[in-house]
């Protein structure tokens, strides 16, 4: 059987999850979303809860594809790689964030930015995750053998439960330990600031203690890229990958019964369950695309699968553009955005709240689009 250079499969998967990261971040109104678009409270696992979970999977399996190219050898050129990679993905989302506060202080004179971009701002977020994960993910892959690297995922995953278990991890409540160490470490106002531990304690979905098992997720995508290098022959990878990805299943479904399944404190079962879940589609994108050729219906994930940070970085933006420029206010005296505007032109076309929420939700991946899809036609490749 041919084999192709480049696993089209995988761009498409990358695709795919930040096409739906960018979906289930822009509804229309938050007051109106179909249940599946939304993030389960605490305990539990929706379709949304799997975007970026599955994204840091992704990013472990093209994290093989490229240390590879270095024979995983920790040397000067590598190390400085991996640390210019991570910082600048680092200062990415602070620079976000002080985006935000700066363009919402243009049009709310009441907003202090010096206070907000100090003694406000949030530390921690998606694209420091990804920072954080990428750095000691690459650093184990090239110092550590990798005929280890499964003790030390189950070392973390078992370890993650036990702390979790003690320190009161899997309760909404004060004593939770990963909102303690957050509270201790970042403080309250470097945190996120909404959810379902307010009024209660501040919690961060991306703080620190849960980072932790978050390393295990990208090491287990890298485990899957030493699957697809190691085996040539796609028929060989559809099997591998899709056995690992039910047996992850499986047992992440069992073992929730005594660890609860959660993305907020991304339990142990959490990492299981969600990888398992990726690689299963992996393995059957590999087959629909690369191995039957049914590559049509994929080209529009194509475009975010080949700048998946930029695509995404871009959709970040546009929607703080978007909700804070402001042009007057309309007949109810409700401020103009370009958020309202295409919003409300959602609501004259759908017959409910929920679906027109979910309309620009949709006309939003679709303007993002327009941006990945025209690099992609120019064969641009921005690497972040």
Same mark, same amino acid.
């Given at each position: 059987? !041919?084999?192709?250079?480049?696993?089209?499969?995988?761009?498409?998967?990358?695709?795919?999850?930040?096409?739906?990261?960018?979906?289930?971040?822009?509804?229309?109104?938050?007051?109106?979303?179909?249940?599946?678009?939304?993030?389960?409270?605490?305990?539990?696992?929706?379709?949304?809860?799997?975007?970026?979970?599955?994204?840091?999977?992704v990013?472990?399996?093209?994290?093989?594809?490229?240390?590879?190219?270095?024979?995983?050898?920790?040397?000067?050129?590598?190390?400085?790689?991996?640390?210019?990679?991570?910082?600048?993905?680092?200062?990415?989302?602070?620079?976000?964030?002080?985006?935000?506060?700066?363009?919402?202080?243009?049009?709310? /004179?009441?907003?202090?930015?010096?206070?907000?971009?100090?003694?406000?701002?949030?530390?921690?977020?998606?694209?420091?995750?990804?920072?954080?994960?990428?750095?000691?993910?690459?650093?184990?892959?090239?110092?550590?053998?990798?005929?280890?690297?499964?003790?030390?995922?189950?070392?973390?995953?078992?370890?993650y439960?036990?702390?979790?278990?003690?320190?009161?991890?899997?309760?909404?409540?004060?004593?939770?330990?990963?909102?303690?160490?957050?509270?201790?470490?970042?403080?309250?106002?470097?945190?996120?600031?909404?959810?379902?531990?307010?009024?209660?304690? !501040?919690f961060? /979905?991306?703080?620190?203690?849960?980072?932790? /098992?978050?390393?295990?997720?990208?090491? $287990?995508?890298?485990?899957?890229?030493?699957?697809?290098?190691?085996?040539?022959?796609?028929?060989?990878?559809?099997?591998?990958?899709?056995?690992?990805?039910?047996?992850?299943?499986?047992?992440?479904?069992?073992?929730q019964?005594g660890?609860?399944?959660?993305?907020?404190?991304?339990s142990?079962?959490?990492?299981?369950?969600?990888?398992?879940?990726?690689?299963?589609?992996?393995?059957?994108?590999?087959?629909?695309?690369?191995v039957?050729?049914?590559?049509?219906?994929?080209?529009?994930?194509?475009?975010?699968?080949?700048n998946?940070?930029?695509?995404?970085?871009? #959709?970040?933006?546009?929607?703080?553009?978007? #909700?804070?420029?402001?042009?007057?206010?309309?007949?109810a005296?409700?401020?103009?955005?370009?958020?309202?505007? $295409?919003?409300?032109?959602?609501?004259?076309?759908?017959?409910?709240?929920?679906?027109a929420?979910?309309?620009?939700?949709?006309?939003?991946?679709?303007?993002?689009?327009?941006?990945?899809?025209?690099?992609?036609?120019?064969?641009?490749?921005?690497?972040?």
């Amino acid at each position: 059987m !041919a084999q192709p250079k480049r696993l089209l499969a995988l761009d498409v998967l990358r695709g795919i999850t930040i096409a739906g990261m960018l979906l289930v971040n822009n509804p229309g109104t938050w007051s109106h979303i179909y249940a599946p678009l939304e993030h389960a409270e605490w305990e539990g696992l929706t379709p949304t809860d799997l975007v970026f979970p599955f994204f840091v999977f992704v990013m472990g399996v093209s994290m093989y594809f490229s240390l590879k190219k270095f024979n995983f050898s920790l040397n000067r050129q590598v190390f400085f790689k991996i640390v210019k990679r991570t910082v600048i993905l680092f200062l990415i989302g602070g620079a976000v964030s002080w985006f935000a506060v700066w363009l919402r202080g243009l049009f709310n /004179p009441d907003i202090d930015f010096v206070d907000r971009a100090i003694n406000h701002l949030r530390i921690l977020g998606v694209f420091q995750r990804l920072a954080l994960v990428y750095f000691f993910g690459s650093m184990i892959a090239v110092t550590l053998k990798h005929r280890f690297v499964p003790w030390l995922i189950g070392l973390i995953l078992v370890a993650y439960a036990i702390i979790l278990a003690v320190g009161h991890g899997y309760d909404i409540s004060a004593d939770n330990i990963i909102a303690r160490i957050d509270n201790a470490v970042l403080g309250e106002n470097h945190m996120y600031s909404e959810g379902v531990f307010e009024g209660i304690i !501040a919690f961060d /979905p991306e703080g620190i203690l849960s980072t932790l /098992p978050c390393i295990a997720h990208v090491l $287990i995508g890298l485990m899957v890229g030493k699957l697809i290098m190691t085996y040539h022959n796609n028929t060989e990878r559809i099997a591998k990958i899709a056995l690992l990805g039910i047996a992850m299943v499986l047992g992440g479904w069992l073992l929730q019964y005594g660890i609860p399944c959660g993305k907020k404190m991304w339990s142990s079962t959490f990492v299981l369950i969600t990888t398992g879940m990726a690689s299963c589609l992996l393995a059957l994108l590999i087959y629909i695309i690369d191995v039957k050729g049914r590559n049509k219906w994929c080209r529009f994930f194509q475009s975010f699968g080949v700048n998946p940070l930029f695509c995404y970085l871009v #959709g970040t933006i546009l929607s703080i553009v978007f #909700g804070t420029v402001r042009f007057g206010t309309n007949a109810a005296g409700d401020p103009v955005s370009i958020h309202s505007l $295409i919003h409300d032109g959602c609501k004259a076309v759908t017959c409910s709240p929920e679906a027109a929420s979910c309309l620009y939700a949709i006309v939003f991946v679709c303007i993002c689009w327009l941006f990945g899809y025209i690099l992609y036609k120019k064969k641009i490749y921005i690497k972040i």
